[in-house]
């Protein structure tokens, strides 16, 4: 058996629009949340994040929120990297209520996790399209804050 280890890249903090309503669909309840700006920093890379993105959620008839947010960084040094995020955010109703009703609430009580992919040029940092990566989040009233591993 091969047991998989974890490399530590990342942590990020970025700043979120209000979140704007789609509507009931057939899979749940859609809605975007805009990604304004942020920055990242850790052992193999750090900079900021760049232009506009968004987190396309779907929250299921189930209460999981299932998020998939596209967006740019670009490091310290000038490069420019694209990010698809996809994962998973629940948790026990009365501690979703608060978090929806902009309450501060720790990240223990809830369970978010995701797989970011990443698409980077040629280069110094391609070692992040050869990769797995997992990502522990918090969410905030108005803030997110990610923490990223590369799977080795």
Known sequence: MIEPGLEFVYEASGALGDPVPIGDTPDGQRRMIPIHDGGFEGPLMRGVFVGEGADWQLTRHDGVTVADAFYAIRTDDGVTIQIRNRGLRHGPPEVLARMMSGEEVDSGEYYF????????????????????????????????????????
């Open 113 to 152: 996790r995701t797989v970011p992919e990443f698409s980077a040029p040629i280069g110094k940092y391609d070692w992040l399209n050869r990769s797995i990566f997992i990502c522990a989040g918090a969410r905030f009233k108005n803030a997110i804050k990610l923490w990223v591993w590369r799977v080795t």
